[in-house]
Each structure stands twice: as C-alpha cells, then as structure tokens.
C-alpha cells in the first residue's frame, strides 16, 4: 500500500513540485487544501470512521494511533532493529513499542493487528 501511494504521489506530480523530497510529508493531500500539505488528523479519524462503518471486522475501538505500532511490528518483523525502529516510530525508549493494546474483548484479539 506505501508504495502504491508513493507513486500517486508521484503521478500527481509531488516529485517535480516538491523542492525536498526527502523531507516531505509522506500523508498529505491531493485534492483539498493546499497541494501535498500534511493530513489534518480530523481527516484521519473520519476516514477511518468511514472504513470501520463499511467493514464490521474492524474492531471499534481502534484509532489511528494502532497504524504506529501496526508499522512498528512490520518493520520488526522485516527484521530492522529495535533501536532504529524505535526512532522511526518516535518512541521513547523502545520498550514503549512492545506494549501491547488491550484485548479487545469482541475479536479477542490484541490490536493493532497484521492484515
């Protein structure tokens, strides 16, 4: 999915109008608001307001913030370090990123959860 939206961005010209690529916001619009500026974090909550009313199985208590440690847990996996994943993920130390939600009591399961 990252990097179907990296070449969106691409194709909607984002690396020709963007003088610094590299430190560019990632989540950003496309067509509201200025081009290419940050998501505001309302648009994020209903948009996944919007996805958990269309998909039943998406547990209701989950917010955005279940994406940073859904990134967190993909990168370890993928076998990056503890240490560099905990700065990516801005975590205080990096016991911070193995904390795991509560159960949530209707899937019984931890969330976040890997799709």
């Given at each position: 999915m990252?990097?179907?939206w990296v070449?969106?961005?691409c ?7 963007l003088a610094?690529?590299?430190?560019s916001?990632?989540?950003c619009t ?6 290419f500026?940050?998501?505001?974090p309302?648009s994020?909550?209903?948009r996944?307001?919007?996805v958990k ?10 917010t955005p ?6 990134h ?5 996996l993928a ?7 905990s700065?990516r993920?801005g975590?205080e ?7 795991q939600p ?7 399961r931890?969330g976040?959860v890997?799709?």
């Amino acid at each position: 999915m990252y990097g179907d939206w990296v070449w969106a961005l691409c194709e909607a010209g984002a690396d020709i109008e963007l003088a610094d690529w590299d430190n560019s916001y990632v989540f950003c619009t496309l067509y509201r608001g200025g081009r290419f500026a940050p998501i505001r974090p309302e648009s994020v909550y209903r948009r996944l307001g919007a996805v958990k009313r269309r998909l039943p199985a998406v547990p209701d208590e989950m917010t955005p913030h279940w994406y940073r440690h859904t990134h967190a847990t993909v990168l370890l996996l993928a076998g990056v370090p503890m240490h560099v994943v905990s700065r990516r993920a801005g975590a205080e130390d990096a016991f911070e990123l193995i904390r795991q939600p509560p159960l949530n009591e209707r899937t019984g399961r931890h969330g976040p959860v890997l799709v």
